[in-house]
């Protein structure tokens, strides 16, 4: 079967989340590969128990996925997803204004935040694996999320709608996840993950549940992990935490 046709795709004006929704369809037995998108959002999610201001114009999509990898593979599956969304918005604006991946899956428009990406997982009464990957873009309007300095694609000059910016959202994820599900993929996705994203070798500041680190950006590895050298030039492997650039 051709990757595309995996697919199928639910539209919907307004729900509370895409990200729910998709959970719900999973509980409810959906197989998979199952895209929701919505208009607007009345209870938009972000990270870390955030909600993400979801008004009209911009783009809320949920990805499901069920059982799509050993658990240990999962953990590279936010890559994919922050590449397939870069792809989606180096595609809708103009040319010279640069996107880059903010660890651990952030896009930033010439270094304000964009795109956020919040994935979720949860296992199945039946013992399935759901992993929901829900990407929120800024395609028309930048709301306040509070953490970072925000924008959108049409306030750099891009014009396309959240239709489109999904279209190729769909094509860059279907890509992305058939390189994933062949193991050899991984390197290649490590790689073009590094080289698009924003601040490695530069001062950081990650903060952590408890507490925060300071030092250089040195590189992720193979699963994802942001790897630090502290100031005492020890290398700390981060899987969790906000990053601040100085
Ligand atoms: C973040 O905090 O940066 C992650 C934001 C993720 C928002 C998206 S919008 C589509 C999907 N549905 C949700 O409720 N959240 C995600």
Known sequence: ????????????????????????????????????????????????????????????????????????????????????????????????????????????????????ILLESEELPDGRRAVVAGIGINVAQAPDHGLYPVTSIRELGGTLSADEVFAHLYRSMAAGLSLWNRGEGLRAIVAAWRSRAAGIGERITVNLPNGSLSGTFENIDEEGQLVLRDDGGAHRLISAGDVFFH
């Not at 911009?58 to 059982?67: G, H, K, R, T």
């Not at 599956?77 to 952030?106: C, Q």
């Not at 270094?111 to 956020?116: E, F, Q």
């Open 1 to 116: 079967m051709a990757e595309l046709d995996r697919f199928r795709h639910l539209a919907f004006d307004e729900i509370p989340s895409t990200n729910s929704e998709a959970l719900a369809a999973a509980r409810a037995g959906d197989p998979g590969h199952l895209w929701i998108t919505a208009r607007r959002q009345s209870a938009g999610r972000g990270r870390r128990g955030r909600a993400w201001t979801s008004v009209d114009g911009n783009l809320y999509a949920s990805l499901l996925l069920i059982e799509p990898a050993p658990l240990l593979a999962l953990q590279s599956l936010p890559l994919v997803a922050a590449l397939a969304a870069h792809e989606a918005v180096a595609s809708a604006l103009p040319l010279g204004i640069e996107a880059r991946i903010k660890w651990p899956n952030d896009i930033l428009i010439e270094g304000r935040k964009a795109v956020g």
